[in-house]
């Protein structure tokens, strides 16, 4: 069997992606006490009713058994349109994929998973920045999610590309030009970041670069950039962290 | 078994050929059986470093092809016993070369050889990268210039990716840095990346320092490897490179600036 396909006789295909939800923070499981709240907001602002999608975030509420269905039908009765749970005992979990609703792990997750140590020497799994990108399929593209970091040890030469695609990159020596580092969480480098680094790149604004040197031909947290030629110059060669806030990069020395 | 170097840098004219060649004749002089191979099939250099070119028959391509042996192929040096040079053919592209011919050719060369030495066209291409997929060490040649410094940071990543060493999970592939064209009062000045600079991105160790040198150019087109020239500072620091090579201790010359002093403006000092 191949596995090549013929891209024109695909039906599909998969895609990560991050688009703005809703979150709906349930701090009371009653559905009558959310009947009455949501019909106080839907007359206060009807245009935010139309059919949104919403997550129940039920992390809050510590009880073993929803009235899901319920809270539910109350929300859709106020145009809102519950896709996922998130967070909750198990029986929560198999109650939402009952009603056909998707679940997500809570926001907190605990970073049970040991970072993978790969060391600079032979195959890291260097891949060619030639390669397509974005056709990765991303399971935990909520911001927060990212488990499962990953060690580098070494140099990042040029024409490298180390990415840790789940959690964040750990970087123990230099990146250099033309190198390029990602990782869906943040980004630390113990040396000198001369190269890319490309932290958030699911989306995750909580991100940060953190690095040792800095001389990086481009800086980016969750898709907002900036060039070596807009870094301030005083900047350059100090230690630093890089900080998504209010969609700016902002950059501030380390220590 | 012998060892096989490949001389490589990613950029071009930064002196492979050059190095490639005082290196190997510097091995021999110091009594070790050497070859140096001309990878870059299509652009024929070595073997007018070497002095050799008249001598030219079959080449590189020839064996690989089964279109003569070895031995054909081979030419004896004429300055220095312990001395072949396997040329490469002029007439024909890097496509005429196959991982397994080159194979072959190595593994006969390595039961007679100390040394095998590679000399990798420039680029990243499948030239470059046959030249460097077995060898055991590699010499990296690096320019006092930032493109050239990058180009070689570069291949420092195909050596420890895309070398049967590494592919194979073994040892990785030794990598020494050699910088050539230094020029001291020039870096002093501040148009020449510093020797320390260059240390520090590459983070490899250092195996030479060749000042920039009359005596190259001068060496280049009379087809004799500057080794042989050892009244000149390009000459003398080659044999230090070679003495490290072989692993002694040799402490670093040439790298520092020294404003003529009244001996040696009288007595000329050292050559450049």
Partial sequence: ?255 | MAKIIVVTSGKGGVGKTTSAAAIATGLALRGKKTVVIDFDVGLRNLDLIMGCERRVVYDLVNVIQGEAGLNQALIRDKRVDNLHILPASQTRDKDALTLEGVEKVLDTLTKDFDFIICDSPAGIERGAQLAMYFADEAIVVTNPEVSSVRDSDRILGLLASKTRRAERGEDPIQEHLLITRYNPSRVDLGDMLNLEDIREILAIDLLGLIPESEAVLRASNQGVPVTHDDDSDAGQAYADTVARLLGEEVPLRFHEYQKKGLLSRMFGGVRR
């Fill in chain 1, 1 to 255: 069997m191949s596995l090549k396909v013929d891209r024109d006789s695909m039906a599909f295909t998969f895609k990560g992606g991050m688009l703005p939800m809703t979150v709906m923070e349930l701090t009371s499981a009653d559905p009558e006490r959310i009947r009455e709240q949501l019909a106080g907001k839907l007359s206060q602002s009807p245009a935010f009713f139309q059919h949104t999608p919403v997550v129940l975030n039920v992390e809050k509420l510590d009880e073993p058994h929803l009235a899901l269905e319920r809270i539910c039908a109350v929300c859709r009765a106020h145009k809102l349109l519950p896709v996922a749970v998130r967070g909750g005992p198990d029986p929560v979990k198999q109650s939402a994929w009952a009603l056909g609703l998707g679940w997500f792990p809570p926001q907190e997750a605990p970073r049970s998973r040991p970072l993978e140590s790969v060391t600079g020497d032979g195959d890291a799994e260097m891949a060619e920045p030639s390669e397509p990108a974005g056709e990765v399929v991303t399971p935990g593209a909520l911001p927060g999610t990212t488990v499962g970091g990953r060690i580098y040890r070494g140099t990042v030469r040029s024409g490298q590309q180390v990415t840790a695609p789940e959690g964040d990159l750990v970087v123990v020596g230099a990146v250099n030009a033309g190198a390029e580092v990602l990782a869906a969480g943040s980004v630390h480098v113990y040396g000198a970041l001369r190269g890319r680094a490309l932290a958030g790149i699911h989306g995750d604004a909580q991100a940060g670069i953190f690095c040792r040197e800095l001389h990086a031909e481009l800086l980016s947290v969750a898709g907002n950039y900036k060039r070596l030629e807009d870094i301030d110059p005083r900047l350059l060669g100090t230690a630093v962290q890089v900080r998504l806030s209010d969609d700016q990069l902002g950059i501030t020395p380390l220590g």
